[in-house]
Nanobody
Framework: QAQLLESGGGLVQAGGSLRLSCAASGRTFDNYFMGWFRQAPGKERDFVGGVSWNTGSAYDGEPAKGRFTISRDKAKNTVYLQMSNLKPEDTAVYYC????????????????WGQGTQVTVSS
């Protein structure tokens, strides 16, 4: 059974940094695209960005451009979301997800999801 487990969330002041991790287990993720999403209360789930498990090529969604970096470490079976210059509007639950064979920003196309990790940015 595939499992994704996020960690690294917390409370940070505006302008600060956090690195989220997503530990993947239970199956091989070859040919999978690993996405990061976030959801604030009362808002839709937004695509932050993602990375190809095979190639390591990263794709930024709007929230990530210029401030976030997405990467993966195959040896550790872990995907990372490095966030810098955080703003209060980045406050949300951040989710890691996996989809096979496609690169997509549509949350409903993803097969596997983590439980999420809360990021709170204070002003």
């Amino acid at each position: 059974q595939a499992q994704l487990l996020e960690s690294g969330g917390g409370l940070v002041q505006a302008g600060g940094s956090l690195r989220l991790s997503c530990a993947a287990s239970g199956r091989t993720f070859d040919n999978y695209f690993m996405g990061w999403f976030r959801q604030a209360p009362g808002k839709e789930r937004d695509f932050v960005g993602g990375v190809s498990w095979n190639t390591g090529s990263a794709y930024d969604g709007e929230p990530a451009k210029g401030r976030f970096t997405i990467s993966r470490d195959k040896a550790k079976n872990t995907v990372y979301l490095q966030m810098s210059n955080l703003k209060p509007e980045d406050t949300a639950v951040y989710y890691c997800a996996a989809v096979r064979g496609v690169i997509t920003d549509r949350w409903n196309e993803y097969e596997y999801w983590g439980q999420g990790t809360q990021v709170t940015v204070s002003s």
